[in-house]
C-alpha cells in the first residue's frame, strides 16, 4: 500500500483510549447538559465511530463546541422531531434544533423503513445542526443492507468557481452501496481541498497546512491555518468541487426547507442564532432490478475488477473508497484509539469544568 493512502499520528504525542472509555464518556458529558440517555448514547456512538475511521476532525476534539452550544441555548438537549410523509416513499423531518447526529440517525432509518415497502425512500430534513461524519449515516444504511446517500450543507467557508468570498459549505458528498463477501463502496468526500475541520486541528496543534488548501482573508493563498480560518478554503477541482457544493446547497438547503447560500451560521463563531442546518438522505433497496443476491454478487465482481486493475507506480493495492478507514477502525477496537494530548488536554478541561470523570488513557 503507497504511503499515499495511509493516515497516521506521531507516536510520541498521543495516548489511547479503549473504545467503551470513549463512548462512555463523551455520553457522561452529553447528559451532564440535560440530554436523555438514548440521546447521548447516539451523540458519543457517532463521535467515536469518526475517531475510530481516523477521521478525528469530527470526533471527540469537537465535544467544547457542542457543550457550549446546547448551553447556550443554540442547540435543543430535548428535541421533539416532527415527520410529515406528504408521499409514500418522501417524508419531511423537521429536527426541532436537535444535535444533527439525532436527526441524521433518525432520517435515515425513516428512509430505510420507506425504501423496504417503497424500494427508495428519501427524507429531507431542516431545523438541524453538524451532523459529523457523513459516513455514519452511509453505514447505518449498509448494515441494514441499502444503497444510500447522505447530504448536507454547512457554513459559508468556500467561494464560487472565480470568486473569493465564503458562500458555499464544505458539505460531504456522501454514497454508499453493500457488496457481498468484499468491502462495501463507501464515499464520503468534501468538495473542497480540505474540510475546515482540518483546518482547525492544524491550527490546534500549531502546525502549517499545505500551499492550495486556502486563501487568506486577502484573497492570497496561505499556509496559516488561522488566516485561512478568516478567510476561505478552495474546491478541488476547481469549477467541479465548486458544482457539487452547490448540488448539496440545492437538495440539503434549498430542496429541504433549510437555510441556503450562506445563512447556515459558523458553529464556532456565531453565538446568536441556531444554525438551521439541511440534510438530505436516500435510502435504495438492493433487489428492485436484479434480485438482491445478484446484486451483492454483481458489486463482488465490480471490487475485484477494480482491485486487479494494474497498479501505477509506488502502490502495491487498490482500496475501495472508505476501504482503509474500515481497517482502521478493526485495528482501532482492538488497540484502542490514539488521540493527540492536546486532545486530551481540552477533553480533561472539559471533564472538569462539569464534574465527570477524567477519560481514562494509556501512553505506549
Known amino acids: 500500500m503507497s504511503d499515499k493512502n495511509v493516515k497516521s499520528t506521531s507516536p510520541s504525542s498521543v495516548a489511547y483510549v479503549q473504545l467503551d472509555d470513549a463512548i462512555n464518556f463523551a455520553a457522561a458529558i452529553m447528559a451532564g447538559q440535560g440530554v436523555s440517555a438514548d440521546h447521548a448514547a447516539i451523540i458519543a456512538e457517532c463521535l467515536v465511530e469518526a475517531d475510530l475511521r481516523g477521521v478525528q476532525t469530527h470526533g471527540l476534539s469537537r465535544l467544547p463546541v457542542y457543550v457550549e452550544r446546547v448551553q447556550r ?165 476547481g469549477y467541479k468541487g465548486s458544482g457539487i457544493s452547490m448540488l448539496m446547497e440545492i437538495l440539503a438547503g434549498v430542496f429541504s426547507g433549510a437555510n441556503f447560500g450562506g445563512d447556515v451560521p459558523d458553529q464556532y463563531t456565531v453565538w446568536d442564532r441556531p444554525q438551521n442546518v439541511g440534510h438530505f438522505f436516500m435510502a435504495l433497496k438492493p433487489g428492485i432490478f436484479v434480485t438482491e443476491q445478484g446484486f451483492r454478487d454483481r458489486m463482488d465482481e465490480l471490487v475485484m475488477r477494480i482491485k486487479a486493475n494494474p497498479l501505477a507506480d509506488g502502490f502495491t493495492e487498490i482500496l475501495m473508497p472508505g476501504e482503509i478507514e474500515a481497517r482502521l477502525e478493526a485495528e482501532r477496537r482492538q488497540s484502542g484509539i490514539p488521540y493527540a494530548a492536546s486532545d486530551l488536554g481540552l477533553l480533561a478541561k472539559l471533564a472538569a469544568d462539569h464534574g465527570v470523570s477524567a477519560l481514562p488513557h494509556e501512553a505506549r
Not at 430535548?78 to 426541532?96: F, H, I, R, Y
Not at 441494514?144 to 446517500?149: M, N, S
Request: proline share 8%; aromatic share 8%.
Open 73 to 237: 441555548g443554540l442547540v435543543n438537549g430535548t428535541p421533539e422531531m416532527k415527520l410529515d410523509k406528504p408521499v409514500a416513499a418522501c417524508a419531511s423531518l423537521d429536527g426541532d434544533n436537535a444535535f444533527g447526529f439525532l436527526v441524521g440517525r433518525r432520517a435515515m432509518q425513516e428512509a430505510i423503513a420507506m425504501a423496504e415497502t417503497c424500494g427508495v425512500g428519501v427524507v429531507a430534513a431542516r431545523n438541524s445542526n453538524h451532523f459529523g461524519m457523513a459516513a455514519t449515516y452511509l453505514l447505518q444504511a449498509v448494515k441494514a443492507g441499502y444503497f444510500a446517500f447522505v447530504f448536507t450543507n454547512a457554513s459559508k467557508a468556500m467561494p464560487p468557481w472565480g470568486g473569493r468570498e465564503g458562500l458555499l459549505g464544505t458539505s460531504p458528498f456522501g454514497a454508499a452501496a453493500p457488496s457481498g463477501k468484499l468491502p462495501p463502496f463507501i464515499l464520503d468526500m468534501s468538495p473542497a481541498v480540505a474540510a475546515r475541520g482540518k483546518i482547525r486541528l492544524a491550527e490546534k496543534r500549531g502546525e502549517p497546512i499545505p500551499e492550495g488548501y486556502a486563501l487568506d482573508e486577502n484573497g492570497q493563498s496561505t499556509t496559516d491555518p488561522s488566516a485561512a480560518l478568516r478567510g476561505v478554503v478552495l474546491p478541488m477541482g
